[in-house]
């Protein structure tokens, strides 16, 4: 037997000794069964042309961590990959005792030299599979991590803020309590006694507020997004209609447009607490009892098939310093990753629930100071739009 011919042999069944192995793949291997011919085979025929090498090329070696790199792409587990590579092997032996009968010459030696190819091809097949799995784990134990510190920094931002409005609702009870106590005396003078009522008036919708507050905190450890159809046309309806008798005590005008009927998939419940949040967050910048008229627009519209966006426009002014938190709030959720910025976005309660919020169901807010001295605050939502019905304004 020359290595010559026995190279000539392995050509001219090539094809067969593929398909044996596919064949046996496909009748023990889940994972082959969906592939073509070609993304099935990979790089085993040119691993099988370079059978009868002697030593094994430092080309091969790349070839065969290709394999392995690919085949963990592909989906295969180290188990199927390893039973893959011994039928290779297992149909290459049959080939070379077929050769050995037809021309009745003895093929042990070559055997064995075939077999230690594919260990060594097969070492380094799962070599290369087994490090993309380890990094792939790494990856995904960083993602848990980095989740996991989030999580963290939020609930002691949480923990922090109940701490502060508790001891907050503290004082507005106390003051209450107080302004209860004088307003009983029977020597003050009317003036005096408008003044405390005015003070009482004020403290427990302070206490209100809070009380609020202090529930959205609560809520918060519990959080679970879970999506659902529904209309954003009537969610921001209902909002507006909800929230216009705080406007109305500080002299502004609610305003909206939009679609008549506009249906997405996302979790409601958060999309509506994202949305009143930052309404009567702009709101309450106004005080009430304000002689100013003002008006906000609530507008929702769509960007593409998979954005759809609620604009809220104050003519209102705002503090520089709202304006420039709800700016940073804006550069932090827009950001693809957190870098742990020591900027503290949650000194207000209120932007911390729009944060923790915006960051639950993936919603990304830019804030925009426009020309007029208006504000455009836009909150950019992603889910399944149905279908749009235009309306007039």
């Keep these: 037997m020359t290595m010559e011919s026995l190279a000539a042999y392995l050509i001219a069944q090539r094809r067969v000794l593929l398909e044996q192995w596919q064949a046996w793949c496909d009748a023990n291997l889940f994972s082959s069964r969906n592939d073509s011919h070609t993304v099935f085979q990979n790089r085993i025929p040119e691993l099988l042309d370079r059978l009868l090498e002697q030593p094994i090329a430092r080309d091969t070696y790349k070839i065969a961590a290709q394999h392995g790199s690919q085949r963990y792409q592909q989906g295969y587990s180290l188990g199927g990959l390893l039973r893959e590579m011994a039928y290779i092997r297992k149909a290459t032996g049959c080939t070379i005792r077929a ?52 999580l963290y920094q939020l609930e002691q931002e949480r923990h922090e803020l109940m ?39 004020r403290n427990l919708e302070n206490v209100h507020g809070l009380v609020e507050d202090i529930t959205d905190l609560a809520r918060l450890k519990t959080l679970k ?55 009567v967050y702009l709101i309450r910048q106004t005080p009430e009892g304000s002689q100013r008229a003002g008006k906000i627009m609530v507008s929702w519209d769509t960007r593409n098939d998979s954005v759809w966006v609620v604009t809220i426009q104050d003519t209102n002014p705002v503090q520089p310093l709202k304006v420039a938190q709800l700016q940073r709030l804006s ?10 910025t020591k900027q503290n976005l949650s000194e207000n309660l209120s932007l911390f629930l729009i944060k923790h919020l915006s960051q639950s169901i993936g919603a990304s807010l830019y804030v925009e100071p426009l020309a007029d001295g208006s504000i455009r605050y836009e909150i950019h939502f992603t889910g399944i739009i149905s279908s749009i019905v235009e309306m007039t304004a």
């Design 331 to 340: 550069q932090e959720l827009t950001q693809q990753e957190n870098k742990g």
């Design 163 to 201: 701490r502060i409005t508790t001891h907050d609702l503290r004082g507005s009870l106390g003051m209450v309590e107080g302004a209860a106590a004088l307003i009983s005396q029977p020597d003050l003078t009317p003036e005096q006694r408008q003044q405390i009522l005015q003070i009482l008036h």
């Design 225 to 279: 997004e879970i999506p659902e159809t529904f209309d954003v046309a009537a969610l921001l309806q209902h909002i507006i209609e909800k929230t216009k008798p705080q406007a109305l005590a500080r002299g502004l005008t609610l305003l909206a447009n939009g679609a008549e009927y506009l249906s997405v998939m996302n979790d409601a419940h958060q999309t509506e607490r994202l949305i009143q949040t930052l309404l």
């Design 99 to 150: 050769y050995g009968q037809r021309y009745a010459t003895p093929v042990d030696d070559v055997y064995e030299q075939t077999s230690t190819f594919w260990e060594e091809v097969t070492g380094a097949v799962v070599e290369q599979f087994t490090a993309k799995q380890t990094e792939t784990q790494q990856q995904q134990t960083q993602a848990v991590q980095q989740t996991l510190n989030r």
